[in-house]
């Protein structure tokens, strides 16, 4: 690899975010919302709103502002990969919100993160049919969803619980004596994996984040924690620790959690730690964030993992620099480990996982910072690994799956992505370390945080707000 050095100006034509207009380069005094929105904004979003040159600001589908702090980033530092500029330089805190609002009040729709399951989706070609299994019943912010045979999937619960779908219809007693996980903003329950051999030994593989204290508090010391246990009679029993991180490496007001797991067809458990918001600790081997894993099923180190006899690495890394890896799939033909990884604003990559591999961050990155800000002038630098693809601005990727079923022939070998912030499911289609063509089979419903495919072909997926499990067939 080369190493490539951008300016701050590079940088902004490769985000294709673009210079703010000339007539706005002085800082605005004015603190009348209608009136700054006239001055700054009329001229492409149309005086009533409607729409010149950029697209109208009344409407109902808001892809990228979704809610009042979607908005309001939106506003203050653009969009990368669009026209919507940062207008940060010339509008305060204050004047940004006002604007916000001032767009808000017009709506007939707010905008929100509220979406309903409708039972079809209409493709250019075809028509799912969209069954809610969740509907007799609450369930809080679905997290994963694996099937432990034909018959039933067992559901991870955000919010600290397993529950049951048992013939299609959601069960109403969570699992007993599960772990209490740390919850505060995007904490909790997160990914599940089902032993290969689970039809002898039971086991079942649980991601959470844990607290050092037995509070739910942003002040308590958390780290993602990956645990095994088995199910009796709905109880949660044997529990046994695979990975827990040393309570020094535990972090107080921490964020991307991670956590994917994944079996290979070597039986190899690989699983995710996000940066935990700790950008210096990424590329240290003695810190668990930034990283993807891999160990035996009881724990154990496999003795090729690319760190074992590094004086002071953790010797469970498989690689490093992942910001926040959401989503995981073993290619069906080379066996290749195919990963999301959560970019920033912007920048959401594919990587295909390498033992030992680097791929970057936040040393380089395609993407910016939540607040604007530039998070490296890298895109890439000598020894990490450049991705597949990337998408800006960051669709926020979560799961992915090969489809392998027969339901939909034509899609065999595609590969699945699950989008929370544009709530999409993606079909890539692959050749070699090429993604050739994506198409979009389902969107508008929800936040898609799993998908997986059923022995009949259906894709189920997992989606939160609303929260909902839904089975994907074809339809009339």
């Known amino acids: ?117 409708l039972p079809r989706f209409e493709l250019a070609d075809r028509v799912l049919k969209i069954d809610n299994l969740t509907s007799g019943g609450p369930i809080d912010t679905p997290w994963s969803i694996e099937f432990v045979d ?44 089902i032993d290969p051999d689970y039809e002898r030994n039971g086991w079942v593989y649980l991601a959470y984040s844990h607290g050092l204290e037995d509070r739910d508090e942003r002040s308590v010391p958390g780290m993602t924690k990956i645990v095994r246990a088995r199910i009796d009679e709905n109880r949660w029993i ?3 620790t695979l990975f827990e991180a040393s309570p020094e490496n535990y972090v107080a007001s921490g964020g991307r959690w991670g956590c994917r797991l994944l079996f290979d067809r070597d039986d190899y458990l690989y699983f995710s730690i996000g940066d935990m918001g700790l950008n210096d600790d990424v590329q240290r081997l003695s810190k668990p964030v ?48 195919w990963a999301t990884d959560h970019g920033p604003m912007g920048g959401d990559e594919l ?47 979560a799961a992915a799956e090969f489809y392998q079923g027969d339901l939909f022939p034509d899609w065999k070998g595609s590969l699945l992505v699950t989008a929370l912030a544009f709530e999409e499911i993606k079909r890539l289609e692959i050749e070699g370390h090429r993604v050739v063509s994506e198409e979009i089979i389902l969107k508008g419903m929800g936040r898609v945080r799993d998908v997986k495919i059923g022995s009949d072909g259906s894709i189920y997926a997992a989606l939160n707000r609303p929260d909902a499990i839904i089975r994907i067939t074809l339809g009339d």
């Open 351 to 397: 990587n295909v996982l390498v033992n030992g591999a680097n791929y970057g961050w936040p040393l380089a990155s395609y993407g910016i910072d939540y607040s604007g800000e530039i998070v490296t002038e890298l895109t890439e630098f000598e020894g990490a690994v450049q991705p597949i693809t990337y998408w800006t601005p960051s669709p926020a990727l």
């Open 290 to 337: 930034g990283k993807w894993f891999r160990i035996h099923k009881d724990g154990s180190i496999p003795q090729d993992n690319p760190f074992v006899g590094t004086p002071g690495a953790l010797p469970q890394i498989f690689t490093i620099g992942n910001r926040n890896g959401q989503g995981i799939a073993q290619h069906p033909e080379t066996g290749e480990l």
């Open 150 to 193: 034909e018959r039933r999937i067992l559901v991870s619960e955000r919010s600290g619980a397993l529950r049951w779908i048992v013939d299609g219809e959601l069960q109403s007693q969570a699992v007993q004596g599960t772990p209490d996980p740390l919850l505060y903003g995007t904490s909790g329950y997160m990914d599940l994996a």
């Open 1 to 117: 690899m080369t190493r490539s050095l951008r300016s701050l100006r590079d940088i902004a034509v490769a985000l294709s975010v673009l210079t703010i207009p000339s007539y706005a380069q002085e800082i605005v005094e004015e603190t009348d919302p209608e009136s700054i929105y006239l001055q700054y904004c009329a001229a492409c979003h149309g005086r009533n709103l409607e729409g010149v040159n950029a697209g109208p600001l009344i409407k109902e589908d808001w892809t990228y502002g979704r809610n009042p702090a979607q908005m309001y980033r939106a506003i203050m530092y653009g969009i990368p990969g669009t026209d919507m500029v940062a207008w940060s330089a010339v509008l305060n805190e204050r004047q940004g919100r006002a604007l916000r609002d001032y767009i808000i009040e017009k709506q007939t729709v707010p905008p929100n993160n509220e979406r309903e399951v």
């Open 238 to 240: 044997d529990e046994q």
